[in-house]
C-alpha cells in the first residue's frame, strides 16, 4: 500500500473543516458579494464553477479602494479551489497573495483580533508542500497554523478545535512519511478525541486510522476501524450529507485495493463494486473516488483476464470529465497493456497516439491557464500595489506632520528665546 493513497485522502477531505464553517462564519459587507457564498459551497464538489465566480468576483473587488476582509478571503478561496483541482502551482499564488494582502488588513477588520496570520491558510499552504513533498516546510506551516488557531476568539471555539485536528492530522501524515507509526498513531487519536461526536467526523478519523495500519502492517487494527467506519455509515439514519457516501465508498475503496495488492481478487472486487454502488447515490458531478475506483476494477479484471470488460471500463472512465489528467494518463497505460496482451495493434498504436497528443493537449492548457493565472494575478497585485501606494502616502503625511510640529515648536522654542533676550537688553 502506497503513502500516495493516505495523502489523496487527507488532502481531498481534511479541508472539509473550512467548508463546513466558513459558511457560518463569514461576514459580507453591504455590497452584494453573495458570489462568494457559492464559491464556498463549489470550491470542493465543483471546483471548476467555483473558479468561474471567483475569477468574476475578482474583478469586481479590484474596483474598490480600500482593502477588506472579504478580498483577503477570495484569494484563499481562490487559492483552496486550484488546490481541489490539482493545480498546486496556481493555489500557491493565491494563497500566498491572500496571506501578504492580510498583513496589509486593518487589525479592526480582522476575524480574530489576535491571529496574526489566517491558519486556515497556512494549512492549505502546508498541505501544497505535503503534494509537492517538502515535509519540513509543510511541518513550518502546520505548526504556525496551530499557534495561530490557539488565538481564536471564544465565539469562534468550535472553527478552533476543528482546525486544530486538521493541523494534527495532518502533522500525522507527516510522521508517517518519516516512519514514526506511532507518533501518527498518537497525534491521529488526539485529532479524533478534539471532533465529538459528530458521525462525519467520526467516519474521516477512522478512514485515516484506519490507512495507517494498513501502512503499519496492523490489519486486525485496519480490519476493526473499517468494521466501525461500515457501522457508522450503516446507522446514519436520515442524515445525507454526500461526505458520509464518499468516506464509506473511499474505506472500500482503500480495502479493496489492499486485498488486490495481496491478489485476493474475489475480496477486492466485492469491496470495490461496493464503494461504486454507493457512490451511485449521490451527485455524479460532486469530486469522488469513483474514477479511481474504476481503475482499481479494470486492474482487477485485466489479472483475470476479463480485458473486454477492462477496456469498457477504462474508456468510459477517459470521456468522464471529472476524470482527472493523472487518472487519464493511467487509464491510458493500462489500455496499452491490455490491446498489447491481445495483440491489437491497430488500438495499441492509436492509444499511444492518443497519449502524445493528450499531454501536448494539456501542455497547451497548462499555457494558457497560466496566462488566465497570470492576468488575475495582475488584478490581486494591482490592489496590493493601491494598497502599499494608500500606505506610502499616509505614511509620509505623518512624517510631514511630524515635521512640520517638530519645526513649528523649534521656531516657536526660538522666538521665545529671542523675546527674552530682547526683554532683557530693553531693561538694560
Not at 10 to 32: E, M, P, R, V
Not at 143 to 158: G, K, M, S, Y
Not at 249 to 258: P, R, V
Amino acid at each position: 500500500m502506497k503513502l500516495v493513497k493516505l495523502i489523496c485522502c487527507i488532502s481531498i477531505f481534511s479541508l472539509s473543516y473550512s467548508n463546513i464553517l466558513s459558511s457560518s462564519t463569514f461576514q459580507l459587507d453591504t455590497k452584494d458579494y453573495s458570489s462568494i457564498d457559492s464559491i464556498v459551497k463549489y470550491k470542493q464538489t465543483y471546483p471548476k464553477k467555483a473558479l468561474a465566480f471567483g475569477f468574476d468576483l475578482l474583478k469586481l473587488f479590484s474596483e474598490d479602494d480600500e482593502l477588506t476582509l472579504e478580498f483577503v478571503n477570495l484569494n484563499y478561496y481562490i487559492g483552496e479551489t486550484f488546490y481541489h483541482l490539482e493545480d498546486f502551482v496556481s493555489s500557491y499564488e493565491y494563497l500566498k497573495k491572500s496571506l501578504e494582502l492580510y498583513e496589509f488588513l486593518e487589525k479592526n477588520k480582522r476575524r480574530n483580533i489576535r491571529v496574526l496570520k489566517p491558519p486556515w491558510i497556512l494549512s492549505v499552504m502546508g498541505a501544497v508542500y505535503i503534494k509537492n513533498g517538502d515535509y519540513g516546510l509543510a511541518e513550518s506551516y502546520y505548526n504556525e497554523a496551530i499557534e495561530n488557531f490557539l488565538l481564536f476568539d471564544a465565539e469562534f471555539e468550535q472553527e478552533k478545535i476543528y482546525g486544530l485536528s486538521n493541523a494534527e492530522e495532518s502533522l500525522a501524515l507527516i510522521e508517517i512519511q518519516r516512519g514514526n507509526f506511532k507518533n501518527a498513531e498518537s497525534l491521529f487519536k488526539q485529532a479524533k478525541a478534539r471532533k465529538g461526536d459528530d458521525i462525519m467526523f467520526k467516519m474521516y478519523s477512522n478512514l485515516l486510522l484506519m490507512e495507517l495500519y494498513i501502512l503499519w502492517n496492523k490489519l486486525d487494527y485496519a480490519e476493526e476501524y473499517f468494521n466501525k467506519i461500515k457501522f457508522n455509515y450503516e446507522n446514519k439514519e436520515e442524515d445525507k450529507r454526500p461526505q458520509l457516501v464518499i468516506y464509506y465508498s473511499e474505506a472500500n475503496l482503500i480495502y479493496g485495493t489492499f486485498f488486490k495488492d495481496n491478489l485476493d481478487y474475489n475480496k477486492a472486487l466485492k469491496l470495490l463494486l461496493t464503494a461504486k454502488e454507493e457512490l451511485n447515490k449521490i451527485d455524479t458531478d460532486i469530486i469522488t473516488p469513483y474514477q479511481r475506483i474504476n481503475y482499481q476494477i479494470a486492474n482487477i479484471l485485466v489479472e483475470t483476464k476479463k480485458y473486454f470488460e477492462a477496456e469498457q471500463i477504462l474508456t468510459s472512465s477517459n470521456i468522464n470529465q471529472n476524470t482527472t489528467r493523472t487518472q487519464k494518463i493511467l487509464n491510458f497505460k493500462l489500455l496499452e497493456k491490455i490491446y498489447l496482451i491481445t495483440d491489437q495493434i491497430e488500438f495499441l498504436i492509436k492509444t499511444k497516439d492518443s497519449i502524445i497528443t493528450y499531454n501536448e493537449n494539456t501542455i497547451q492548457k497548462e499555457i494558457q491557464n497560466e496566462f488566465n493565472l497570470l492576468e488575475n494575478l495582475i488584478l490581486v497585485t494591482d490592489k496590493q500595489n493601491q494598497i502599499n501606494i494608500a500606505r506610502t502616502r499616509t505614511e509620509l503625511i505623518l512624517i510631514i506632520s511630524i515635521v512640520s510640529l517638530l519645526s513649528l515648536t523649534l521656531l516657536i522654542h526660538f522666538l521665545r528665546k529671542n523675546f527674552k533676550l530682547q526683554k532683557e537688553k530693553n531693561r538694560l
